[in-house]
């Protein structure tokens, strides 16, 4: 295929390395080895343990051109994502400034709404006092 295999394979009987899809394709129609003809079966291929954190680049990185190429998709993409990083950025702080806001403003009416309960706490309390009294003062001019 032409390509660096992503899941090698090595035939066992004949040596040569094979991309696993793309060998057992071939095995399963023709069920020869493609290189040398000889049978072979699936049972022949033997896996390739490789590190797949590094993906080699494409045969286009060899030239100049071609690695300016791949530095300016990069690039491309780098700027895009930081674009798309602000936006989302931006959009998350307008909703903080937002819930703030509102925050703010709930803490304002409950504060108000606090002291308007303790000023009426208050004045019933002095009510309450001032009827008290003044039934004291009833029974006791009822009694002279």
């Not at 954190?53 to 530095?71: H, I």
Request: aromatic content about 2%; some cysteine; hydrophobic content about 35%.
């Amino acid at each position: 295929s032409n390509i660096v295999p992503t899941d090698p394979v090595v035939s066992s009987k004949s040596g040569h390395l094979f991309e696993r899809s793309v060998i057992e394709k071939h095995l399963d129609t023709e069920g020869k080895d493609p290189v040398t003809g000889e049978d072979m079966t699936k049972d022949d291929l033997i896996a390739v343990k490789t590190a797949r954190a590094v993906k080699p680049r494409p045969v286009g990185t060899a030239s100049v051109p071609g690695l300016l190429s791949v530095l300016q998709d990069e690039w491309d993409a780098v700027m895009l994502e930081t674009y798309t990083l602000r936006q989302h950025l931006d959009t998350v702080r307008q909703e903080l400034s937002q819930a703030l806001y509102q925050h703010d403003a709930a803490c304002r009416v409950i504060a108000r709404l606090t002291k308007e309960r303790d000023t009426a706490r208050e004045q019933l309390q002095r009510v309450l006092s001032s009827t008290a009294s003044e039934d004291v003062d009833m029974d006791g001019k009822e009694e002279d």
